[in-house]
C-alpha cells in the first residue's frame, strides 16, 4: 500500500483477478484433485452441483457450500497439498510479473478458494491484495462449513469497494479481469472490463472478450495496439475441426446403414466412454485412445481442465435424432456440424467485427457459418427451409446463451422446422 502521496502517484491503477477460470482452471476445483478419496459418486455429485450453477439453477453460494460440505474431516494440510496440485494457467506468471514491474496494484478475489490458499497465491505471484472464502476448522480439522464476504451475494462488490477505499481510489483506475456471471457484481466499480475466456454473460457485458494466453490481456491493459497476424491452423485445431465436420456424415449413416434411433445409442455408449476417460485424464490416468484424441484435439487451455464440448456437442446430436423427425434432424445436425464448424474456423481467421451483444463471436464467422449451414442442409430439406432453418441456427450460433451452442444450434434448426411443417 502507498506511504505517501508521491509514492501512491506512481502507482498506474488496480488490476483485478477472479481466480478460478482465469488463473486456475475454470474446472478443476480442489474435490477433482481428491477423488480417490471422496470416492466416484461423491464426486458426480460434485461435478453435478458444478453444472446447476453453470446453467443458472443454484446460486453460487449453495452450490459451494454443498460442495465444500463433501471435505467434511480433511485436515487443511491435506486441502493444502491438493490445492497445491492445480495448475496456474499459461500467462499467469508473466501478466503478475509485467504488472509488478510496471507500478499496477493488483488483487485476488476468489469466491471458490479458502482465504489462507489466495493468500499464498498471491505472495507468489506478489499481488498486493487477496480475498477467498473462509474455512471453519477444529483442531485442524475442516467442519465442511464456509463462511466469508466472497461467497455472498454481492460479497466481491464489498470487497472490491474495500480496496479501493484503502487506495483512497475510485472505479476510474480500476481494470477488472473476469470469466464468468458471478464477477457482474463488480462491474460498476471497474473502467474497464475484460471477460477472459468469459461465459455468455460477460460475453455481453465486457469492453473487451480475451482468448487463449492470459497475456493477451496487456495491451488492452496497456492502451497499445495488438499485433494482428494471420492466423494459421495448428494441429489440434485441423484434428479439432475434421472430428467436428465429420459428424455430416451421421445422416447417411442413418439413412443407409442404421437406424438412427441404434446410431443415437451407439453415440451415447461413446460419450459415456470419454467422460470416463476424462475423469480418468483428471487424475492423470491414460485411457488407451480417447485420452490421446482428446491431448491432441483440445485447445492448450482445455488440457488443464474436464473438457466439456464433445459432451455437448454429442447431446445435440443424440436429442436431435431422438426429437426430431428423420429429414428435420438430419437437417439439424447438418447445421451443427458444418454451420459451427465454419463460424468458429472463418471467424478465428477472417473475423474483424465482433457482436455487440456477444463479443467472442463476430459478424464474418456467421456469414461463412450460415454458407456452410445451408449447403448442409439442403441435402435433407428443401431450400427454402433450409434457409430459415441455417439462419436459425447461425442466429443461434452467435446469441449469449446460458446452454452451450453445441445444444442449441440444432434444437433451435430442428424446432424451427417443426414449426413450418405445422
Avoid at 446460486?59 to 497439498?81: A, P
Avoid at 473462509?134 to 472490491?160: P, Q, R, S, Y
Avoid at 455481453?204 to 495488438?226: E, F, M
Avoid at 478465428?348 to 465482433?354: D, E, V
Wanted: hydrophobic share 45%; with cysteine; net charge positive.
Amino acid at each position: 500500500m502507498p506511504n505517501s502521496k508521491t509514492e501512491q502517484q506512481k502507482t498506474k491503477g488496480l488490476v483485478v483477478f477472479d481466480v478460478e477460470g482465469v488463473l486456475y482452471p475454470k474446472r478443476r476445483f480442489i474435490p477433482f484433485e481428491v477423488t480417490t478419496k471422496l470416492g466416484f459418486l461423491k464426486f458426480l455429485k460434485i461435478t453435478f452441483l458444478g453444472f446447476l450453477y453453470e446453467i443458472g439453477l443454484l446460486s453460487l453460494e449453495t452450490t459451494l457450500r454443498r460442495i465444500y460440505k463433501y471435505l467434511e474431516g480433511y485436515t487443511i494440510e491435506n486441502l493444502h497439498y491438493y490445492f497445491e496440485k492445480i495448475p496456474l494457467l499459461p500467462g499467469s506468471n508473466e501478466v503478475f510479473e509485467y504488472l509488478h514491474k510496471n507500478r499496477w496494484k493488483t488483487a485476488l478475489i476468489s469466491a471458490g478458494i479458502p482465504n489462507s490458499f489466495i493468500q499464498e497465491l498471491a505472495t507468489k505471484l506478489k499481488a498486493d491484495y487477496a480475498f477467498g472464502l473462509k474455512m471453519k476448522a477444529v483442531k485442524g480439522k475442516f467442519t465442511g462449513k464456509i463462511e466469508g464476504n466472497a461467497i455472498k451475494k454481492n460479497g466481491k462488490a464489498a470487497i472490491l469497494k474495500e480496496i479501493l477505499n484503502r487506495e483512497k481510489s475510485n472505479s476510474k483506475s480500476c481494470i477488472l479481469v473476469a470469466d464468468d456471471r458471478n464477477n457482474i457484481q463488480m462491474f460498476a466499480h471497474a473502467n474497464l472490463k475484460i471477460g477472459y475466456n468469459p461465459d455468455f454473460m460477460l460475453s455481453a457485458k465486457s469492453d473487451y472478450v480475451v482468448t487463449g494466453n492470459l497475456t493477451n490481456i496487456l495491451p488492452i491493459i496497456t492502451k497499445t495496439k495488438r499485433e494482428e497476424h494471420k492466423q494459421t491452423l495448428s494441429r489440434n485445431q485441423i484434428l479439432r475441426l475434421a472430428i467436428h465436420m465429420s459428424g455430416f456424415t451421421i445422416p447417411f449413416m442413418c439413412t443407409y446403414f442404421l437406424n438412427h434411433y441404434l446410431i443415437a445409442i451407439l453415440i451415447s455408449i461413446a460419450t459415456s466412454l470419454y467422460i470416463i476417460s476424462e475423469l480418468a485424464r483428471m487424475m492423470r490416468i491414460t485411457f488407451p485412445i480417447l485420452t490421446s484424441i482428446t491431448t491432441h484435439a483440445a485447445v492448450k487451455l482445455e488440457l488443464y481442465e474436464f473438457t466439456t464440448a464433445p459432451i455437448f456437442y454429442a447431446f445435440g446430436i443424440i436429442l436431435s435424432l431422438i426429437i426430431f423427425p428423420p429429414q428435420f434432424a438430419y437437417a439439424s445436425i447438418a447445421i451443427l456440424t458444418l454451420g459451427d464448424g465454419a463460424a468458429s474456423l472463418f471467424g478465428k481467421k477472417f473475423g474483424k467485427t465482433p457482436y455487440p451483444f456477444n463479443k467472442a463471436k463476430n459478424l464474418e464467422g456467421s456469414i461463412f457459418g450460415f454458407i456452410f449451414a445451408l449447403s448442409g442442409a439442403v441435402f435433407f430439406i428443401d431450400p427454402i427451409r433450409a434457409f430459415i432453418a441455417a439462419m436459425a441456427g447461425m442466429l443461434a450460433e452467435c446469441l449469449p446463451m446460458p446452454l452451450n451452442d453445441n445444444l442449441t444450434i440444432p434444437l433451435t434448426a430442428g424446432s424451427i422446422l417443426m414449426m413450418l411443417s405445422i
